[in-house]
T-cell receptor, first 113, second 113 residues
């Protein structure tokens, strides 16, 4: 059971380039999330999804887009990368019930230069 | 903006000592208060959680204390071990928020042998 898998683990982008961060889970979780983690700032929610075909903005959605065509996959798209998007990105999934918590992926470290 | 404030930012404890991390929340009603533990290069993992109708929850060496009237909750790690060295995040799920987590800013704990 792989849990939540994120690719790539590391990436360097030039300003203005675009890329897609991949996230897939094999636990049949309906809920999926994208967070970014910056030093001293905790984790901020970018986008989330409560099921296939349904997505919504989180706290910091600007500069990002998502899609959820299947239960398993929740890719995050960065258009026109900016240095402010340098961060560690975490994908997570969960069941509806709070007590089960989130299962996080191991993260993607992105640097925009 | 819903917030969860966490302190201290970093903490050094001797092996066998008690580690205490504090969090406070503002305004909104919350349904659930989980704590996450994150080791370097890994995603956060659920450690322990509490509902707002409970004043204390203990799991092994980890205890959450919850003060609803003061809107504060804390994590106590008894008999702290070097293997506990990690970053700890408190979090809260707003009522009716589709299981979205709001994270504190994190506490870097170092347990010295």
């Amino acid at each position: 059971n792989a849990g939540v898998t994120q690719t790539p683990k590391f990436r360097i982008l030039k300003i203005g380039q675009s890329m897609t961060l991949q996230c897939t889970q094999d636990m049949n979780h309906n809920y999926m999330y994208w967070y970014r983690q910056d030093p001293g700032m905790g984790l901020k929610l970018i986008y989330y999804s409560v099921g296939a075909g349904i997505t919504d903005k989180g706290e910091v959605p600007n500069g990002y887009n998502v899609s959820r065509s299947t239960t398993e996959d929740f890719p995050l798209r960065l258009e026109l990368a900016a240095p402010s998007q340098t961060s560690v990105y975490f994908c997570a999934s969960s069941l509806r019930q709070h007590r089960y918590g989130y299962t996080f992926g191991s993260g993607t470290r992105l640097t925009v230069v | 903006q819903q917030q969860v404030k966490q302190s201290p930012q970093s903490l050094i404890v001797q092996k066998g000592g008690i580690s205490i991390i504090n969090c406070a929340y503002e305004n909104t009603a919350f349904d659930y208060f989980p704590w996450y533990q994150q080791f370097p290069g890994k995603g956060p993992a659920l450690l322990i959680a509490i509902r707002p109708d409970v004043s204390e929850k203990k799991e092994g060496r980890f205890t959450i204390s919850f003060n609803k009237s003061a809107k504060q909750f804390s994590l106590h790690i008894m008999d702290s071990q070097p293997g506990d060295s990690a970053t700890y995040f408190c979090a809260a799920i707003p009522s009716g928020a589709t299981n979205k987590l709001i994270f504190g800013t994190g506490t870097l704990l170092a347990v010295q042998p």
